[in-house]
């Protein structure tokens, strides 16, 4: 008779961190079925298709013959082609090419980039044990980089803290929601039922985004405000409500600083002032800044529409500087809610694959931090932070000097061929790296670079820890058996440190979990156990005793995480986006999601359910008059062109989308949007400007 289990694990796509209970065939190693489980607390359980479908690709035996099952080398170098070995033969060669490139130029020449996706918050900590503590680098990092690296950045600045302030089933108790560069419905659809719910309890809703999303069809107040000029509407929000007598001014006085500096520089910023540029009028201006200011209840929800500008850090922080004003801060169902993208996007930067932090958030240039991690590791560690991962190809196509140049690229399921702005550049970057590691469960477009290629385990086939947007430790468990000659990420990067000279051992993930929050004072009362008992823990956990269940919200009563406990005003003026559009190229260009594929769609690209709804080429969405002016009908391949390279895609016509603009879906694999998309960086974060460029696009003929 075959034997069944049911599994109770965490979603491996998007940050709502919904929990899903899995029916398995454990005699053929197969899932049968995915439903929401009663014990997600943030989805209650229901899912969206990507839980419900999206994992297919394990059981699929056409698609298994396709996942990485060994280990490869380019014995011949660069132009050879990858060759099966050992998994002995792979470690050594690794291990001894990255000793020599050490040896040649320097740890500070080898980068590091973790995953936030499948392999959890333990592998993650051992990815940037592996590049601190082995190597001898802060040169780690990963997606969050590129998409909410932006968050992080302009939130510590403001309250001290970069992430969610409140718990994802607060949203629906919200009386205000401002809703700014984030479409739920398509990129966390467990969040957008709390922005409906929330309606339908009586909440005011505000969307600002340049087109028509689901949410801006619900909104009270919808301003479609022109691409890239969220600074201008911030700061007249702003003006308004300090103008108008609106502010909270006693929690001003006890909970913040620099109020009044700021002040005075707001003053300039009347709605009048940015009506034109913004392509809003005054009057709707006014009206979203009272209604802000009409609440306590007033939650502020972010997306990359925000933090992938070259002023991202400074717009999250003039969304922080709209709830300090407003004493929106600090009680239950109120705060910003930078929404984190990827299923464990959060946990990895909790886990420190970021160049300037250990796990925890403690800064790698603090000598006392740093004397800690070097006790429990028995090294010495570097004091410099390190490089983020897209100055990678600044420091391989522009360094003069040999010695500062990066020299090897170690990637753990990450597709950058694919993810990263200005794939042109990338990929010569990629080319001219000595030696490139990919570490992956299927052949990606990166491995085309790749020196060597370790067969990593599957969601599904290991476990760990995942954090959900609202800093949730939620607990992974494994349901198959991996496929044959796949190991664990963790365990992957064990092997090659112990073979570098550096033994790191574990027998399973609590041992990882446990030394990591024996290290890290903010979650370390997060056991396994407790998240089971819990239904997972939000941090801060500071205490193991079994009361301290975490904390749903952040900045309680007012008092801040920043050093002296305060909310910090910071006036930031506009600066506009890098690249404008012209007669050569005379539309804007966004990058945006599809709701049934995610990221780069190393997963969801191998479902065939999901697949079934949405496939090659994707679409460019843009507006009839746009397509009539080119002749463009619905469904017609066209050439899409930027300053940087071209990709076909189809076209869309669609009302949702404003005369001059166009968007792309960023998850084909044939129709690259990043092909076109701009590298240009935010100054503080480092985070590409990936949601405004300049475009032409162009009628295929004969098609
Ligand atoms: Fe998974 Fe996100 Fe969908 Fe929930 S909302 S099922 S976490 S993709």
Redesign the pocket.
């Known amino acids: 008779m075959t034997a069944y289990k049911k599994v109770n694990t965490i979603?491996p796509?998007?940050?709502?961190?919904?929990v899903?209970e899995c029916t398995v065939d454990t005699e053929h190693n197969r899932i049968i079925e995915a439903k929401g489980s009663p014990d997600g607390v943030n989805?209650e359980g229901r899912?969206?298709l990507?839980?419900?479908y999206?994992w297919d690709y394990l059981n699929d035996p056409q698609i298994l013959t396709r996942r990485i099952q060994q280990p490869m080398i380019r014995k011949g170098g660069k132009t050879s082609p990858l060759q099966e070995v050992s998994w002995d033969e792979a470690i050594r060669y690794t291990a001894d090419r990255l000793n020599a490139i050490i040896k040649e130029f320097g740890p500070d020449s080898i980068m590091g980039a973790g995953s936030a996706r499948g392999p959890g918050n333990e592998a993650g900590y051992i990815t940037q044990k592996f590049m601190r503590a082995c190597v001898g680098t802060n040169n780690v990092d990963h997606c969050a980089r590129i998409c909410h690296g932006a968050s992080v950045t302009g939130l510590l600045g403001v309250i001290g803290e970069g992430a969610m302030s409140l718990s994802v089933p607060e949203i629906e108790d919200a009386e205000v929601i401002f809703n700014i560069g984030y479409n739920a419905a398509v990129s966390?659809?467990?969040?957008a039922r709390r922005i409906v719910r929330a309606k339908k309890k009586g909440c005011k809703i505000i969307c600002v985004d340049p087109r028509k999303t689901e949410t801006a069809r619900i909104a009270d107040i919808f301003l479609a405000i022109k691409g890239g000029t969220n600074m201008l509407l911030l700061n007249a929000m702003a003006n308004v409500i300090i103008s108008e007598g609106l502010t909270d001014t006693d929690f001003i006085r006890q909970h913040t600083k620099d109020f009044q500096v700021y002040a005075d520089e707001i003053a300039a910023y009347t709605p009048e002032s940015v009506a034109a540029e913004t392509h809003l009028q005054p009057a709707d201006i006014r009206k979203a800044a009272r209604l802000f200011a009409s609440s306590k209840h007033t939650v502020t929800l972010w997306g990359m529409g925000i933090t992938q500008f070259s002023q991202g850090v400074e717009c999250v922080a003039a969304c922080a500087n709209l709830s300090l004003l407003t004493g929106n801060f600090g009680h239950y169902a109120t705060g910003v809610g930078p929404v984190r993208g990827q299923?464990n996007v959060q946990g990895t930067c909790d886990m420190g694959l970021l160049p300037n932090t250990y796990p925890g958030y403690q800064e790698v240039t603090d000598a006392r931090v740093r004397n800690k991690f070097e006790k429990a590791w028995h090294v010495s560690l570097s004091p410099n932070p390190g490089l983020p991962l897209t100055q990678v190809p600044e420091k391989v196509l522009r360094e003069p000097d040999p010695k500062k140049r990066i020299h090897a690229y170690y990637i753990v399921g990450e597709d950058p061929a694919q993810s990263d702005p200005n794939l042109p550049e990338i990929r010569e970057t990629l080319s001219k790296i000595d030696f490139v590691v990919v570490q992956d469960i299927f052949r990606n477009k990166t491995c085309e670079y790749a020196d060597v290629v370790l067969p990593a385990t599957a969601w599904g086939e290991h476990e760990g820890v995942y954090t959900s947007c609202d800093r949730r430790f939620q607990r992974v468990h494994k349901l198959l058996e991996p496929q044959r000659g796949c190991k664990k990420d963790w365990e992957i990067q064990c092997l090659v440190a112990a073979a570098m000279g550096y033994p790191m051992h574990y027998d399973n993930t609590e041992q990882i979990w446990n030394e990591m929050i024996a290290l890290a004072p903010k979650f370390a009362g997060a056991t396994y156990e407790k998240m089971e008992m819990n239904k997972g823990i939000q941090w801060p956990c500071y205490s193991t005793d079994p009361a301290d269940k975490g904390t749903p919200y952040l900045h309680k009563g007012g008092t801040f995480a920043t050093a002296d406990g305060k909310g910090h005003f910071q006036f930031f003026p506009y600066t506009p986006v890098q690249e404008k559009e012209d007669p050569q190229y005379p539309l804007s260009f966004c990058t945006v999601r599809e709701v049934g594929h995610?990221s780069v769609r190393t997963m969801t690209g191998n479902c065939r359910l999901l697949r079934t709804l949405a496939d090659e080429p994707g679409y460019i969405a843009m507006n009839p008059a746009d397509c009539e002016s080119l002749h463009l009908k619905r469904g017609e391949l066209v050439r899409v062109i930027s300053r940087r390279g071209s990709t076909i895609t189809r076209c869309l016509p669609t009302e949702r989308v404003s005369s001059g603009a166009t968007y792309m879906t960023y998850q084909w694999w044939i129709g690259a949007c990043n092909e076109l998309t701009n590298d240009k960086l935010d100054p503080k974060s480092h985070t590409p400007e990936y949601k405004y460029c300049a475009c032409r696009v162009e009628k295929i003929e004969n098609q």
């Open positions: 979603c796509y998007c940050g709502t961190g919904c899903i989805n899912l969206c990507k839980g419900l999206g966390h659809p467990l969040v299923n995610y």
